[in-house]
């Protein structure tokens, strides 16, 4: 359960529309699950609840161990009420009807009764085994997208719902956004009487705290940009190097930010940090110029590649022109990874279905070391919002790899590379939205120039 979230009109009007959409799209019974607390070590000790964003969609409350039956637009909701032990512990909670008023349900019933009524229902699987092992018992089957079945025509509706963004969910990226931004200006702003990364993660991750929301990922904050995905924050910050920040915040409904900013820990980027930073943010200005709706989103990437290529061809890095070198992939031995993806409910929105909603219909992932980390490759259009997080990395398992090094060994001045040493990792990422017209940058207000950076540091 919870007791501190409560729908708005305009929110409850929003789930309502999403509902009536849905029948529209569909002719069976679905039941969604919000799933429920998962253990750390001991039963008592959970991790924070977060429920499923297919269920908060519809829902609009992350409501703990319940579940929503969608059939004809109309919801009817299953949850128990709180016990006495909850609000001896939790403090007072709503009731299940009361709950059911907010949500704008037609009917409310206790867990027990979903069994009854669950013949013919469509699903889509939660993430907590518990849960999941609930779905397939009270289904009384399996449940995939691997089939034509009516689980994957389930999905397939959500995705043309989720994917374009409505007013209400709108505004809800946009606080999540402008969160983000003030927690990326309070992290610039420490740095210079910070020591380590993990001051800099509490000074970023308390200003996403104080305003009673969390974290949509786990923070990426580190001196080692070439490790994608770093999750550790022990390593003292010393002068020379660049402080590489990916930090987004969710709303207590559930929408994400995702925002990455690199910048140097003494307040001024050295001569080779600045040749790679501007690179990258050029790659980065390329492609939210070209955004709107029927853009491939493919050819956002593949100009993010065209332009980093160009750039390290210019810096001597790379040899050749930068066509032949996106073509041959030599781009990806420095930028491996997609320009960007999905942004709702969930930061990499919708990936929980695969690449069902990435992927247009008929498209797979190439095989290309250039394409095969894309996450999104479809057209654009109003409504959507993505991110666009060009980079550049020195990643050892990549430039150290004898296959590669022999592949590439013309195309690469392995001595002019040497001289960026203490260029590990840039990553400049916003969050940008597709509009009939173009876009906006949700996140517009977090600088990216070199000297803004700078600024913002030594303030």
Known sequence: ???????????????????????????????????????????????????????????????????????????ELFADNPTPSNALWHGEMPSREDIAQQIGAEANFPL?????????????????????AQQCQILNRSISLKDQNIDLALAKAIISLRILHDAEAIAQLQTAAN?????????????????????IRAVMEGAIAAENMTCAYQSIVTIQGEVL?????????????????????????????????????????????????DLVLAAHDACIAKIKPGVEYQDLHLLAATTIAEGLSHLGILRGNAEELVA????????????????GLDVHDLE?????????????RSDRFGLNYLRLNRPLAAGMLVTI????????AILSDRERRLKYQNLVNWDRLAQFSDVR?????????????????????????AEDIEKSVKI
């Open 229 to 277: 995905h770093n999750g550790q924050y022990h390593h003292p910050l010393k002068p020379g190097d660049l402080l590489l920040a990916d930090v987004g915040a969710e709303t207590a409904l559930g929408w994400a930010a995702d925002v990455t900013r690199t910048w140097p820990v003494s307040g001024k980027f050295s001569s080779t940090q600045r040749d790679i930073y």
């Open 112 to 132: 027990a009764e979903l069994p009854s009524r669950a013949l013919n229902a469509a699903t889509i699987a939660v993430q907590d085994p518990l849960t999941y």
């Open 328 to 343: 041959a992939d030599a781009h990806a031995l420095f930028f491996p990874h997609g320009v960007g993806h999905l942004l």
């Open 1 to 75: 359960m919870f007791n501190d979230t409560f729908i708005s009109e305009s929110l409850a009007t929003a789930l309502q529309q999403r509902r009536q959409k849905l029948a529209q799209l569909i002719d069976f019974p679905v039941i969604l699950w919000a799933g429920g607390n998962v253990s750390r070590n001991f039963p008592a000790n959970t991790f924070p609840f977060r429920a499923s964003s297919h269920f908060l969609y519809f829902a609009g409350l992350p409501i703990e161990n319940a579940a929503i039956l969608l059939s004809n637009g109309k919801l």
């Open 425 to 449: 990792g840039i990553r400049i990422e916003d969050d940008v939205l597709v509009t009939a017209t173009g876009s906006e940058v949700l996140t517009a207000q977090l600088p990216t120039q």
């Open 179 to 199: 969160v983000t931004v003030n927690a990326h200006r309070a992290g610039m702003a420490a740095t210079l009487t910070a020591k380590t990364e993990a001051e």
């Open 352 to 364: 929980d279905l695969g690449d069902l909603a990435g992927y247009a219909e008929g498209r797979t």
């Open 389 to 396: 997080e060009p980079g550049f990395y020195q990643v050892p």
